[in-house]
């Protein structure tokens, strides 16, 4: 599961974005994991927002149901495969502003696992499978 998907479905409102309802339902069923590099944005983004001990407390807690995935020697060969395969197609994947996407894409297919996203950066990158309504 992407990083955008992940804080909408678990840290805001579900109301917030029409998205979420959509992600509900392909995740009904199916164990959610999420890569160390979503975990690490979002800690990041908790901390530079300075959030107090209840929220860090709660995010803590959501981080407990939710699997983190580590890197692994396949995670940072799929990293490089991946990227190597969209700078050679011309996939912005391979572009350095989107070097975290390639990690948590690199995590789901070191794991053989579908990806949820919610940006389209991942749309026909070499390897990944979305999980989209028609494919779930």
Not at 107 to 114: E, G, N, S, V
Request: hydrophobic share 40%; aromatic share 6%.
């Amino acid at each position: 599961m992407d990083t955008d998907v992940w804080s909408c479905v678990v840290l805001t409102p579900r109301d917030r974005d029409p998205r979420v309802a959509g992600w509900r339902r392909l995740m009904l069923g199916k164990q959610v994991v999420i890569s160390a590099q979503t975990e690490g944005e979002i800690r990041f983004g908790a901390l530079s927002r300075g959030w107090g001990p209840a929220k860090i407390a709660d995010l803590n807690a959501n981080f407990g149901r939710t699997p983190t995935l580590p890197f692994t020697p396949e995670t940072v060969l799929a990293f490089a495969t991946l990227r190597d395969a969209c700078k050679r197609s011309g996939h912005p994947l391979a572009d350095k502003q989107h070097m975290g996407d390639a990690w948590v894409a690199a995590t789901a297919i070191a794991h053989d696992l579908p990806l949820l996203a919610g940006d389209g950066i991942y749309k026909d990158a070499p390897n990944i499978r979305l999980l989209e309504e028609s494919n779930d």
